[in-house]
T-cell receptor
Framework: DAGITQSPRYKITETGRQVTLMCHQT?????MFWYRQDLGHGLRLIYY???????DKGEVPDGYVVSRSKTENFPLTLESATRSQTSVYFC?????????????FGPGTRLTVL | EDQVTQSPEALRLQEGESSSLNCSYT??????LFWYRQDPGKGPEFLFT???AGEEKEKERLKATLTKKESFLHITAPKPEDSATYLC???????????FGTGTKLQVIP
């Protein structure tokens, strides 16, 4: 089905382990984003990408790595997970229309770091 | 630094009881203001985009308005299925980096 998907939907890991969250979109949107959502903070931007091989930091990038070798995929890697990275992670995509556009969000990945 | 403040944090309404949600913002050059709806366990779903002060948009029981300092989401005769968290976000500066508010959790009681 067309749209934006995330995997896994739920993940439990331990402190210090590497974790990769996957995001795939079928619209061929240029822009893709990673957010984390925590109580009291709302959605905060971790990284975004304007096109394949072009990425940039958002508000809270420390401890995260992204790559975008293909337009449709935008994986997020936690190199050494910490408890403070326990959160719900949302991937989003958008296409530029008149210099601006709404974002379409995936269903989220709930990550717990023990 | 862009700031977005939503109020109230939570709102409980009887079915049919109209009300408004507020989103106040401080940005250096607003390019767009968005409203999203988020149901529990799901990603935000886009509702509206407003570009300039005075603009209004409607969708079913929802109407969004924009001034130079704030936006309102008016809910007319709400139904239980309108229960959700409503998020406001602003876009300023370059690219697609938006700043989200923390949301208003709306509960509509039958």
């Amino acid at each position: 089905d067309a749209g934006i998907t995330q995997s896994p939907r739920y993940k439990i890991t331990e402190t210090g382990r590497q974790v990769t969250l996957m995001c795939h979109q079928t619209w061929s949107h240029s822009y893709m984003f990673w957010y984390r959502q925590d109580l009291g903070h709302g959605l905060r931007l971790i990284y975004y990408s304007a096109a394949a091989d072009i990425t940039d930091k958002g508000e809270v990038p420390d401890g995260y790595v992204v790559s975008r070798s293909k337009t449709e995929n935008f994986p997020l890697t936690l190199e050494s997970a910490t408890r403070s990275q326990t959160s719900v992670y949302f991937c989003a995509s958008s296409e530029t229309v008149k210099g601006y556009n709404e974002q379409f969000f995936g269903p989220g990945t709930r990550l717990t770091v023990l | 630094e862009d700031q977005v403040t939503q109020s109230p944090e939570a709102l409980r309404l009887q079915e049919g009881e109209s009300s408004s949600l507020n989103c106040s913002y401080t940005v250096s050059g607003l390019r767009g203001l968005f409203w999203y709806r988020q149901d529990p366990g799901k990603g935000p779903e886009f509702l509206f985009t407003l570009y300039s002060a005075g603009e209004e948009k409607e969708k079913e029981r929802l109407k969004a308005t924009l001034t130079k300092k704030e936006s309102f989401l008016h809910i007319t005769a709400p139904k239980p299925e309108d229960s959700a968290t409503y998020l406001c976000a602003v876009l300023s500066g370059g690219y697609q980096k938006v700043t989200f508010g923390t949301g208003t959790k709306l509960q509509v009681i039958p």
